[in-house]
Nanobody, 121 residues
Framework: QVQLVESEGGLVQAGGSLRLSCAAS????????MGWYRQAPGNQRELVAT???????NYADSVKGRFTISRDNVKNTVYLQMNSLKPEDKAVYYC???????????????WGQGTQVTVSS
């Protein structure tokens, strides 16, 4: 089994910054893409940013230039640095990992427990 543990989110004022982290642990696995998604009340879960094992990144248009995703392949940890936060960034943020458990050839997607980010205006 692979577990993802996210850091706590928090409450920040508009224009402020927050950094999220998510560490993967458990069974031996090969980690592939990692990413962050978010879900606001009444909305579907949406992609925020993804990063490949080699560091290629992809961002939602709404966060480009404000958020930065990074990862540490040794620690199997992904980070999301969020700057210039806006009230519309308020959501539950989930990290995701695509990984192949040792002994299988099947890539699974694993999810963190979610962490609340609130931005006050």
């Amino acid at each position: 089994q692979v577990q993802l543990v996210e850091s706590e989110g928090g409450l920040v004022q508009a224009g402020g910054s927050l950094r999220l982290s998510c560490a993967a642990s458990g069974s031996t696995f090969t980690a592939n893409d990692m990413g962050w998604y978010r879900q606001a009340p009444g909305n579907q879960r949406e992609l925020v940013a993804t990063i490949t094992r080699r560091g290629r990144t992809n961002y939602a248009d709404s966060v480009k230039g404000r958020f930065t995703i990074s990862r540490d392949n040794v620690k199997n940890t992904v980070y999301l640095q969020m700057n210039s936060l806006k009230p519309e960034d308020k959501a539950v943020y989930y990290c995701a990992l695509k990984a192949i458990p040792l002994g299988t050839w099947v890539e699974n997607t694993y999810w963190g427990q979610g962490t609340q980010v609130t931005v006050s205006s």
